[in-house]
Each structure stands twice: as C-alpha cells, then as structure tokens.
C-alpha cells in the first residue's frame, strides 16, 4: 500500500511501486538511513544551489561519483543483467513554481536525483 505525507515544499511516497508489501513504511523510511532527513531538509530549506550539492555537502566525504544505471520513469533502477530496483520512497517537489525536483532512495544507500530534467544517480553508504 502506498503511503504518502507532506513535507514543507514536497511529499513524500513510500513504496511508489508497491514492490515492499510485506514492509512498513516506517522500517522502509527507517531503512533510508540518513538519507531520507537529508533530503526533505533540502526541500525544506533549499539552503544549498542544488539538491545534489546538498547532500554532497551532507555526505561529507568528498565528491559523488555518478552511476551508469538507467532511471525509468516510474523510479525504478535497472542496470544490464542485474535485478531492477525499486525506490523505498521518493520526495517530490509540491510548489508549481519552483523548478522540477524528485529525489528517490534505494536499498544499497543508493539516490537518484532529478533536477531541472537532469538526472544524477550515485551510491551514499
């Protein structure tokens, strides 16, 4: 079952393609780690230029590498002769005149950041 709540400037929706029937949302939210309060402070606040730049900033360690990992447009993860992943949750952007934004986060501390149309994916753990 989804699941979604509003933060400020955005929502956000666990499960998005309900491939995680048998977990809650709080153990998928819980699952994101840090991940999850560092993106919904960016869309809150917006304190840094970007969304990648703020949790690049969050991250603390060094630059993020992107990932050659194709992102379709329901969120989920595919990358050749490995299994699909699907989003445990994504944040999407609320105010209609603030520029496109959507974040998802995957197992394996992975995120894939949309912003203005580009699409940045990268490993966090």
Known sequence: MIEEFKIPNG???IDPNS????ASPAALMSACGFLLPWATEYFANGASPTLKAHMTKS???GDLFPMKITLHPDGHLSYPNDP???PFLMIIQSEPTAPPLQCYIYQYGI???VEN?????TRMD
């Open 11 to 13: 929502n956000v929706v």
């Open 19 to 22: 491939r995680f029937p048998n």
């Open 59 to 61: 991250y603390g360690f």
């Open 84 to 86: 699909d992943l699907h």
């Open 111 to 113: 995120v894939a950041m």
């Open 117 to 121: 149309g580009e699409r940045f994916i």
